[in-house]
């Protein structure tokens, strides 16, 4: 991790603090450090406590010597005290910069060896910058050859105070698992840790989610269940971290450990290992504890010595944390002593969560430098990445699962690879599962083999195996393939999560393995099988099932053959065949233009990024949620929309996965198939609203006619208003739609290309989402030159400018960019925010 550097200075001597910060930029660049002064502090906070906070927590404490800075009694006092006992305990490097003449022989931190070379003053030298220079080259010694050395943690019991051992400061911020990142040496718990949602018992059937916190607000002892890796482990070291500051003495137990009822062998162990000189008298008379209990399900104990133990435990304290797997969850109500616990669900991370831990990953080693609008930037670059491959649960939204794919993005960050695409990413994580289920690297091959024919059978029969089909699958492998140890494994692929037995049906433990292996079948036998081009076809007519379309992407890792592509083209290409696409037109929006001038005047209120950015978070959550399934819509219309939208999505996903080995033709033909495909969607909806406007102004009209108050101008205006909003908000969201379906970060230039050769309003449009939503930057020449092509086109005008809008409301943008835009927009600044000129009235 990087240093955190603590200046302490005379303000006599503010020149040379701002040289020296100045000659320390290359190490604040590279995210080796970040510095902090007193001139950071912000109006209206209380400076000693800013500076006392910050001199507690930093990692290398700078003085520079002068005879200003000996004559100041905050230095020489409170600063000097504090930053000599954190050097003493090697909680920090104390370094003396003498930088101007001064005796300072008779004070204590003399005896510490200062720069530059020989505590040589800086105004003593002919060039300051070699004087800075030398002081640098030391700098970069203590950083390099310095650990600080974590201050023990404390907590108070009987008045006495109590000490937490080096394992268990160590435990507490161990992530369990080796994760890498370039901007720091070692990535601590309690750097990346993001306090979970979870769900408690449901009253009335209504969903009561709240944060973790609630577990140590409220009075009472919980059980808590998730599934494997969900982070129950991670959660019990927040409690314990949370607890000692509030000086209890929490004790954490993992029941995988205890093999008999005895709580005080158990706990006089456990105490030995997580106190100092804590002994079990003294800790049981403290009203004090607190008892931690991890995996109930996997403890050594029989039914009857189960439930003593946790009798026991009861009596001991009132507050007790325990911690199962989901599925046993249904059945500890046999425990009696577990009867008055609150059951407490553990949520996976949600949207709001993702980007708290995503923003946690970027700003690693450079909290106090990141830039706003860059922290946004590469927040919503690598949601993006992690959504497309963690949506609708094709792997599960565990913070373990989301950690591993961001070690790998921040692995393959510079490769200009397709390893960075996301089929690698599955691979990878069904790699480090095989390594956690102890297969051998020579074995992996089998293993692949195994669960590519297991996936095959599954899906040819659309339904996971039962235990005779288990066994006739086997036999038959058998007979195809060198013979295996069927037992052997199902218990290692099973085990490990990634098979799943329910007893009643074997089948995959999360969707995108079974997607994964599916793929792989198809990719290896389509040119040599009747049977997998029968398959295939099936799947291609259904492409807006959302477990089709997911094979599809994943047939596209596994082969790079041009059949692929061929097929995708060939289906979007039918959709809504009979319609032309969309051009976006002034004539052919014709139909709209006495409408428009019935839009009133938009105003878009203030609001703070990450709110905007947070409210929009909540409601991808709750959508989530509800969980609501695509399939099954019986009408074929609906059917066929969703083909489109599904099929766009998969022709931006093999671009975003394969620009880097796809053919610049390739890719336009895609992108162009995908985005035709959907104009030809938004030509029909036109036509449609265009015969349709006054049988749907005559039925608004007929139903608000109930309300004698209103006159009957009024009731049509109204009509007009709200069919306006449907007509103009499918037309704008259609076109954000494929924009975001086909556009990737890596292929702008082909997207600029298709926009100068197809040339319609529609795709000028296409091609300025793309711009913003995968750059994250306004380009004020590129928004200038479109408003000028749309300058006779106010349905298109007003979507360019609600795209523009959207974007600051989600991005900083700076005050120049702000008042180039308010010209071309015809919107004024007002704060920190824009407000625009007009309004849309309420429909």
């Not at 006054?694 to 009957?712: A, D, F, G, W, Y």
Request: a negative charge; proline letters at 2%; aromatic letters at 10%.
């Amino acid at each position: 991790m990087n240093k955190k550097i603590f200046i302490s200075y005379a303000h006599k001597d503010e020149l040379y603090k701002e040289e020296l910060i100045e000659h320390m930029s290359g190490l604040r660049r590279a995210g080796i450090i970040n510095e902090w002064n007193d001139r950071k502090i912000v109006a209206g906070q209380n400076w000693e406590e800013e500076i006392s906070s910050s001199l507690t927590s930093s990692n290398i404490i700078l003085f520079l010597i002068s005879a200003s800075f000996m004559n100041s009694d905050y230095c020489m006092g409170v600063e000097v005290k504090t930053a000599l006992e954190m050097h003493e305990r090697r909680e920090a490097q104390l370094i003396p910069i003498v930088i101007r003449a001064v005796d300072w022989s008779d004070s204590e931190i003399s005896k510490i060896q200062g720069l530059p070379k020989d505590a040589r003053p800086i105004s003593s030298w002919e060039n300051a910058d070699e004087a800075w220079l030398d002081v640098i080259s030391g700098l970069k010694n203590h950083i390099q050859n310095f650990e600080p050395k974590t201050p023990a943690v404390t907590s108070i019991v009987n008045s006495t105070e109590i000490n937490c051992t080096k394992f268990i400061n160590d435990w507490l911020v161990d992530t369990e698992i080796v994760l890498t990142h370039r901007k720091v040496n070692q990535v601590s718990l309690k750097d990346i840790y993001v306090i979970p949602d979870i769900e408690l018992e449901s009253k009335d059937d209504l969903v009561d989610i709240k944060s973790s916190k609630y577990l140590f607000e409220e009075k009472g002892s919980y059980i808590i269940s998730g599934e494997e890796q969900q982070g129950k482990t991670s959660l019990l070291k927040y409690l314990y971290r949370e607890l000692l500051k509030e000086q209890y003495l929490p004790l954490y137990i993992d029941a995988k450990t205890i093999k008999k009822a005895s709580i005080e062998s158990e706990i006089t162990k456990q105490l030995n290992l997580q106190y100092e000189d804590l002994t079990y008298l003294a800790f049981t008379s403290s009203r004090k504890v607190i008892i931690l209990l991890d995996n109930i399900d996997e403890i050594g104990l029989n039914q009857k010595y189960k439930n003593k133990f946790l009798a026991d435990i009861n009596l001991l304290t009132q507050k007790v944390y325990i911690t199962c797997h989901s599925s046993y969850n249904y059945i500890y109500g046999d425990l009696p002593a577990l009867d008055d616990y609150e059951s407490i669900e553990l949520l996976g991370l949600g949207n709001k969560k993702r980007e708290e831990l995503v923003q946690k990953w970027i700003s690693l080693g450079v909290e106090e430098n990141i830039d706003e609008k860059e922290l946004y930037t590469k927040c919503d670059e690598l949601k993006l990445r992690l959504n497309g491959i963690i949506k609708k649960n094709i792997v599960p939204p565990k913070p373990i699962y989301i950690l591993m794919l961001l070690q790998m993005f921040e692995a393959n960050a510079q490769l200009n690879l397709e390893l960075t695409s996301y089929g690698h990413c599955y691979q990878q994580l069904i790699y480090q599962s095989f390594d956690k289920a102890h297969i051998s690297k020579q074995d992996f091959d089998k293993y692949l083999n195994v669960l590519t024919e297991l996936a095959w059978e599954i899906f040819k029969k659309e339904n996971n195996l039962n235990p005779f089909e288990v066994e006739l699958f086997f036999t038959n492998y058998c007979k195809s393939f060198l013979s295996i140890d069927k037992e052997k494994v199902l218990n290692k692929l099973i085990s490990h999560s990634i098979l799943n037995d329910n007893g009643i049906n074997l089948g995959f433990k999360y969707p995108y393995i079974y997607y994964f292996f599916v793929g792989k079948k198809i990719a290896e036998s389509y040119r040599d099988s009747d049977e997998t081009k029968t398959k295939i076809e099936g799947l291609l007519s259904k492409l807006h099932r959302e477990d089709y379309a997911n094979i599809l992407i994943f047939i596209t890792h596994h082969t790079k053959d041009s059949w692929v592509l061929h097929e995708i083209k060939s289906v979007l290409d039918s959709l809504f065949e009979e319609h032309n696409e969309a051009t976006l037109s002034k004539t052919q929006l014709s139909f709209m233009s006495d409408f428009m001038k019935a839009i009133p005047e938009l105003i878009i209120e203030q609001r703070e990024i990450q709110k905007e950015r947070d409210d929009q978070n909540d409601q991808l959550d709750e959508l989530e949620r509800k969980n609501e399934s695509e399939e099954g819509e019986s009408l074929d219309i609906l059917a066929k929309i969703n083909q489109t939208f599904k099929g766009m999505e998969v022709a931006g996903q093999i671009i975003r996965n394969r620009h880097a080995t796809l053919t610049r033709q390739s890719m336009e033909d895609l992108a162009k198939t995908g985005a035709f495909a959907g104009l030809r969607f938004l030509e029909y909806f036109i036509k449609i609203s265009d015969t349709a406007k006054k049988e749907i102004i005559k039925l608004i009209s007929t139903h608000l006619l109930e309300h004698p108050n209103i006159s009957n101008k009024e009731i049509e205006k109204q009509a007009e208003n709200a069919y306006l909003h449907l007509t103009y908000g499918i037309i704008n969201g259609v076109t954000r739609k494929i924009a975001s379906s086909i556009g990737s970060k890596e292929a702008l230039e082909v997207y600029r290309e298709m926009e100068y050769k197809v040339g319609t309003p529609a795709f000028n449009l296409i091609r300025q989402a793309i711009d913003l939503q995968f750059t994250k930057t306004v380009n004020i020449d590129h928004i200038s030159a479109c408003i000028k092509e749309l300058q006779d086109n106010q349905v298109c005008l007003r979507i360019l400018k609600e795209m523009v809008i959207q974007h600051i409301y989600m991005f900083p943008v700076e005050y120049k960019e702000k008042q180039q835009l308010s010209h071309l927009l015809g919107i004024s600044i007002q704060g920190q925010r824009l407000m625009d000129s007009r309004k849309i009235g309420k429909a």
